[in-house]
């Protein structure tokens, strides 16, 4: 199965921009949907975006839309969150999970079907 290796992140101020990487090697890359979540300090996992496995498809969580972007490259086995005008709400450990979606099951915006994830890497906005 595909292993994911995130890198990016760091400190950032307000309105700045930072693009994460989530690099897939060992599997089939192009089986998978990627998803971005993000988990502040003392709460809970929470969806960022998505990218469907064939990159056709995205979804975004609404307070994301307009300011973060997916998207893929199946011949380099990465998926990139380029993430605009930074807020310090959008502060938080930021995770890429792969879901397997062959055949017709659907790219999911809920944590429970991404089986792969990342290590985790640490996005901080200062005001």
């Known amino acids: 199965q595909v292993q994911l290796v995130q890198s990016g992140g760091g400190l950032v101020q307000a309105g700045d921009s930072l693009t994460l990487s989530c690099a897939g090697s060992g599997g089939i890359f192009s089986n998978y949907a990627i998803g971005w979540f993000r988990q502040a300090p003392g709460k809970a996992r929470k969806f960022v975006a998505a990218i469907s496995r064939t990159g056709d498809t995205t979804y975004y969580e609404d307070s994301m839309k307009g300011r973060f972007a997916i998207s893929r490259d199946n011949a380099e086995n990465t998926v990139w969150l380029q993430m605009n005008n930074l807020k310090p709400e959008d502060t938080a450990l930021y995770y890429c999970?792969?879901?397997?979606?062959?055949?017709?099951?659907?790219?999911?915006?809920?944590?429970?079907?991404?089986?792969?994830w990342g290590q985790g890497t640490q996005v901080t906005v200062s005001s």
């Open positions: 999970g792969a879901q397997l979606t062959t055949g017709l099951i659907r790219t999911s915006t809920d944590s429970s079907p991404y089986k792969i």
